[in-house]
């Protein structure tokens, strides 16, 4: 659990640094002379990640679903902090013109991607390791890592704008919660590379159960309220789902029936 929780934490810093220094950005890798035009065009660089979470978790859930969600998260969390690296280190838009923001729209995209699979593999991840009883709070966690990365996004910028001059800000100071992402990447790869992989993905891995692709079309989103049922006699991964859905199923059925 704390595994998972701060690598989301640590993406959730990387992905929140760049709203907080929306106005430099706009300043460095802009053409000059409308702030309002050049802001306006920093914030659609920031939009623009949210439409790549989606593509993300499309491409990172089922690739979880063949080599483990341990695996996914490692090359995730890699993928953001190398692209948050990248923008403190991007050339401003009088060094090298409109490939500033061009390169800074491809490593914003590339954040937004990771971020889609991070989250998903980060909540099946500790679905799968969580016993029944627990479940939803042990998800929970995954929820406040990401209010603590934006906390810590916030501070770090607060800080700094404390510590330097404007000058010194406006000049380097910027780019240095964009390089401290690397540093913490580096310390959050670590921490998932030592990571087991669930119980439940082992399991199916040591019998050879693990299929080449996940479960396809509508009905591996209904379960079974009985463990011997033909839904869990098929594909493995949907005995995987059975396990981690059953007693949520369980639990609105038990509902319903009290209500009539």
């Avoid at 280190?89 to 954040?111: E, H, K, N, T, W």
């Avoid at 159960?209 to 509508?218: E, K």
């Amino acid at each position: 659990m704390r595994g998972a929780s701060i690598g989301n934490t640590v993406e959730w810093f990387d992905f929140a640094i760049y709203g907080f220094l929306a106005t430099y950005i706009a300043e460095k890798f802009f053409p000059s002379g409308d702030e309002t035009a050049a802001l306006l065009n920093t914030f659609a660089i920031f939009a623009a990640a949210f439409f790549m979470r989606p593509l993300g978790g499309f491409f990172f859930g089922p690739l979880g679903d063949r080599i483990g969600r341990q695996q996914v998260l490692a090359l995730v969390i890699l993928l953001m902090s190398g692209s948050t690296f990248a923008i403190g280190l991007v050339p401003s838009y009088d060094a090298i013109g409109v490939a500033a923001p061009l390169l800074l729209l491809l490593l914003r995209c590339l954040q937004g991607f990771s971020a889609g699979g991070e989250y998903g593999s980060g909540a099946c991840f500790l679905a799968e390791y969580a016993g029944d009883k627990h479940r939803g709070f042990v998800v929970s966690f995954l929820v406040w890592s990401v209010v603590v990365g934006f906390l810590l996004g916030s501070l770090t910028v607060t800080g700094l704008e404390a510590v330097l001059s404007e000058s010194a800000m406006d000049s380097y100071g910027w780019r240095i919660p964009f390089l401290i992402a690397g540093i913490l990447g580096a310390v959050g790869l670590y921490i998932r590379l030592r990571l087991g992989d669930t119980p439940e993905f082992e399991e199916l891995r040591d019998e050879g159960d693990v299929s080449d692709s996940p479960p396809q079309g509508g009905n591996h989103h209904v379960v079974a309220a009985d463990p011997s049922d033909r839904w869990t006699s098929g594909d493995p991964q949907r005995r995987l789902l059975h396990r981690i859905h059953l007693p949520a199923k369980l639990f609105h059925q038990d509902a319903r029936l009290h209500q009539d």
